[in-house]
Each structure stands twice: as C-alpha cells, then as structure tokens.
T-cell receptor
Framework: QKEVEQDPGPLSVPEGAIVSLNCTYSNSAFQYFMWYRQYSRKGPELLMYTYSSGNKEDGRFTAQVDKSSKYISLFIRDSQPSDSATYLCASFSGAGSYQLTFGKGTKLSVIP | GAVVSQHPSWVICKSGTSVKIECRSLDFQATTMFWYRQFPKQSLMLMATSNEGSKATYEQGVEKDKFLINHASLTLSTLTVTSAHPEDSSFYIC????????????FGQGTRLTVV
C-alpha cells in the first residue's frame, strides 16, 4: 500500500463549481500536509500546507486535514478554467526530514 | 515564493551519452535538494536527497552510478544521467529546501529528457 493514496481522476467540473480533491495516508508520523498544483510539463507549485489536523483557508482554496481518519482534502470554490491542472497532495513527518511523499495527483479540468 | 531554476527544460540525447541537469536556488541557500522522476500520469518518485557538501542518499532501486548527483554549493545541485538509455526518458524535477522552513520545498520547472 502506498503511503499516500490519491484518485488520479480525471475530474471535470463546470466553471463556478466547488471542487473537492481528496487523499488518504497511512503513515501516522506525517505531520505536514501539502497541496501542489502542477500544470502540464511544469514543476509543482506549492498551493498551501497545513500542520496536523484542522483547516486552512487561502482565497478560494481551503485545505483540511483529519488525522483521526488520515484524510486530506482540498476544496476550490468558484472554480475557474485557470484552475485546470493536476493537483498533488504530499506529506512528510518533519522530524528532521523534509522528504515528501506524494500522491499520484488528480487531473482537474474546469470547463467554461 | 523562492525561485528554483532548473536547466535545461528539455533535452534530447542519443543512447549511450551522458546528460547533465542543473538545479539552482536563485534567492536562498538550499541546504537540501531533492531529485524526482515523474512518468506520465504518475506521481513524483523521489530518486535521491542531497545535502550540500555530502554524498547523496539514493532511494531503493535507484542506481547511484547511473544517476550521479553533485551538490557542491548551497545554490547548485546537478544530476547527471550517464550512459543514457531510452528507458531513462522521463520528466526529472528538482526541489530545494533551506531547511529553516521544511514546510516549503520549492520546485524547479522540470527537465524532459528524451533518449533516442
């Protein structure tokens, strides 16, 4: 079992929809949870991160972590065509190591 | 955010030749750099971790004699694919961390390698 599982999609939504992207993880040592956005043939770009459980909001994006169920979510409100990309979740323990474990990524298309 | 520059962005080479990919942190000192490989529709797979001035730590299954990593300074790491084979064709991405904020590892734009 991979340490971070993510449904690769693809996921297509109409413009303006609320998007929900999810990951599960198995390593209880993970403390930091990141979401990256990757456009085609580009490197990943950090969107936001959370530490331990809880919510974090940044504009139209909300990251949520539930450590009890080992569930990571990213919500995108009022989705835009420019949000079309692959979204990768990643985690690491932070105990002296910054080695990230990535999910497979979910390809999102926002249709105008 | 911090800038990590990766060069070249794409390269085509013949089988048997070597290719060097550079990763530079432009506005911060990267104590740790990571090299990843990404196949189409797959996640980033960590190949190796390098700390400035020391030997890289390779992940299981990654041939260290084939993928030579040098992290000679706090702003530059290089990955050399030696004796390239068509199976080495992939998207290679580096990331860099200053170590002070491990929550942010900044990625380069990636290098698409095609071996013919």
């Amino acid at each position: 079992q991979k340490e971070v599982e993510q449904d690769p999609g693809p996921l297509s939504v109409p413009e303006g929809a609320i998007v929900s992207l999810n990951c599960t993880y198995s390593n209880s040592a993970f403390q930091y949870f990141m979401w990256y956005r990757q456009y085609s043939r580009k490197g990943p770009e950090l969107l936001m991160y959370t530490y331990s459980s809880g919510n974090k909001e940044d504009g139209r994006f909300t990251a949520q972590v539930d450590k009890s169920s080992k569930y990571i979510s990213l919500f995108i409100r009022d989705s835009q065509p420019s949000d079309s990309a692959t979204y990768l979740c990643a985690s690491f323990s932070g105990a002296g190591s910054y080695q990230l474990t990535f999910g497979k990524g979910t390809k999102l298309s926002v249709i105008p | 955010g911090a800038v990590v520059s990766q060069h070249p962005s794409w390269v085509i080479c013949k089988s048997g030749t070597s290719v060097k990919i550079e990763c530079r942190s432009l506005d911060f000192q990267a104590t740790t750099m990571f090299w990843y490989r990404q196949f189409p529709k797959q996640s980033l797979m960590l190949m190796a971790t390098s700390n400035e001035g020391s030997k890289a730590t390779y992940e299981q299954g990654v041939e260290k004699d084939k993928f030579l990593i040098n992290h000679a300074s706090l702003t530059l790491s290089t990955l050399t694919v030696t004796s390239a084979h068509p199976e080495d064709s992939s998207f290679y991405i580096c990331s860099a961390s200053s170590g002070r904020r491990g929550t942010e590892a900044f990625f380069g734009q990636g290098t698409r390698l095609t071996v013919v």
